[in-house]
């Protein structure tokens, strides 16, 4: 069973800058479309930025400017550059891939185990 493997979280003072990267844990044959979501406490996990498989990218409006969702495809990997932090992106964050394992599988979402963003005062 392939998994979404994030890195990139921690602690960070407000104004600063962290990136957080999500791949798959072994070769996939595809991934689609792309986001990331995040979840704070007592709250609903609600989507931040996402990327369509044509490169479209759309993003919830707090965080437009400052967020930028990539990635690189040789790696299959995905990216969010987060810059100008506030206290209020402290969440964990999850990514969320449309993935297919081999040419005849059907597409299916997988979510990566999130990773904690704290950004202090």
């Known amino acids: 069973q392939v998994q979404l493997v994030e890195s990139g979280g921690g602690l960070v003072q407000a104004g600063g800058s962290l990136r957080l990267s999500c791949a798959p844990s072994r070769r996939v044959f595809s991934i689609d479309t792309m986001s990331w979501f995040r979840q704070a406490p007592g709250e609903q996990r609600d989507l931040v930025a996402a990327m369509a498989s044509g490169g479209t990218t759309n993003y919830v409006e707090s965080v437009k400017g400052r967020f930028t969702i990539s990635r690189d495809t040789a790696e299959n990997t995905i990216y969010l550059q987060m810059n100008s932090l506030k206290p209020d992106d402290t969440a964990v964050y999850y990514c969320?891939?449309?993935?297919?394992?081999?040419?005849?599988?059907?597409?299916?979402?997988?979510w990566g185990q999130g990773t904690q963003v704290t950004v202090s005062s």
């Open positions: 969320r891939a449309r993935m297919r394992m081999t040419p005849g599988d059907t597409s299916r979402d997988y």
